[in-house]
């Protein structure tokens, strides 16, 4: 995707009320002759015309991969759009490379504790917490 351009491609076959995990690998175009070829790079992607993801590269960056996720509301068949912003100006691209689509799987379901069990949760905060359940002995 060079510039303010953009790629699109329809896709069918895909289920209501679905996650999926949009996986692929980009790059920076190598620098060459021009106007501001050392600055970024932005771009983003677009599902039926709305943004799901953007994103900037720094100058000459070599492939990476990347992957999101995204919900399908309903309907069956949907556009996929990368587009270039180029807001930084200059002669830049973004290089798309092994795009996959696939159903995230979903989370698996909580156990069960016995009455008995010690249960533990870890807090995003690094801080644990210990729950005992008691019971006639």
Known sequence: VQEG???SQTI???EDDTRYTLTY???RRPSNVGVNDEASYNYRILLDGVEIESLTLSADQDFVQRSLEFVIGSGFTHTLTFQG???FGGN???LIDALEISVTPPAPEPTTAPV???ISVRVHLGVSIVCRAHGPA
């Open 116 to 118: 008995a069990a010690r």
């Open 25 to 27: 690998f980009d790059a």
């Open 5 to 7: 351009g953009q790629i």
């Open 92 to 94: 830049n691209s973004v």
């Open 12 to 14: 069918a076959g895909f």
């Open 85 to 87: 912003l180029n807001s």
